[in-house]
């Protein structure tokens, strides 16, 4: 079992910036790999990012190019960063890791202004 907390939401203008953390704690060696996903009000959770073990990632369409998601070992945490954000951006965004199984984070709003 996998415990997932993220921080690093909140309101920023279109353009600006925002860096989401997720900190793993529990059986943290059996992770094989981490994501975000992210669900706007009235839509499908969908994808963001994924990176695995191994450090290769893995980027919805959307946000290719803006996003870029990262992981210290040694911290037992993953990064997002969302640089050029857009009002679509707006959702909450939820950490995820696989263990076979996939473990759920509680969620951070993530809110854009336009």
């Known amino acids: 079992q996998v415990q997932l907390v993220e921080s690093g939401g909140g309101l920023v203008q279109a353009g600006g910036s925002l860096r989401l953390s997720c900190a793993a704690s529990?059986?943290?060696?059996?992770?094989?790999?981490m994501g975000w996903y992210r669900q706007a009000p009235g839509k499908q959770r969908e994808l963001v990012a994924v990176?695995?073990?191994?450090?290769?990632?893995n980027y919805a369409g959307s946000v290719k190019g803006r996003f870029t998601i990262s992981r210290d070992n040694a911290k037992n945490t993953a990064y997002l960063q969302m640089n050029s954000l857009k009002p679509e951006d707006t959702a909450v965004y939820y950490c995820?890791?696989?263990?076979?199984?996939?473990?759920w984070g509680q969620g951070t709003q993530v809110t854009v202004s336009s």
């Open positions: 995820a890791a696989w263990i076979g199984a996939v473990s």
């Open positions: 529990g059986s943290i060696f059996s992770i094989n790999a």
């Open positions: 990176i695995t073990s191994d450090g290769s990632t």
